[in-house]
Nanobody
Framework: VQLQASGGGQVQPGGSLRLSCAASGNIFSINNMGWYRQAPGKQRELVAG???????NYADSVKGRFTISRDFAKNTVYLQMNSLQPEDTAVYYC???????????????WGQGTQVTVSS
């Protein structure tokens, strides 16, 4: 499984961005997909995950602002990020998991990171 993330960039506080992650390879083995992020000097943390049946989970810090979705026809997962704040600045990583889980932990595959910077 290969994951290709895109859509990062710089935005002002209150702005929006949409991240995309296209999966290729043995995509039929994938159950959960989602996003993690890592800010400078901090540990990588879960942002959002989505299962094959569309169930989602979010970090408390992004609930109500971020929305994860999945397009099975395009083998792509999206992260719509609204009301972005400076504390959302991080490298965002797409990830996939082979076995189903309610909470998107311990991914089996990682994509390359995409930088999101929120600054005025």
């Amino acid at each position: 499984v290969q994951l290709q993330a895109s859509g990062g960039g710089q935005v002002q506080p209150g702005g929006s961005l949409r991240l995309s992650c296209a999966a290729s390879g043995n995509i039929f083995s994938i159950n959960n997909m989602g996003w993690y992020r890592q800010a400078p000097g901090k540990q990588r943390e879960l942002v959002a995950g989505i299962t094959n049946d569309g169930s989602t989970n979010y970090a408390d810090s992004v609930k109500g602002r971020f929305t994860i979705s999945r397009d099975f026809a395009k083998n792509t997962v999206y992260l719509q990020m609204n009301s972005l704040q400076p504390e959302d600045t991080a490298v965002y990583y797409c990830a996939a998991r082979l076995t189903a889980a309610t909470i998107f932990t311990k991914p089996d595959y990682w994509g390359q990171g995409t930088q999101v910077t929120v600054s005025s």
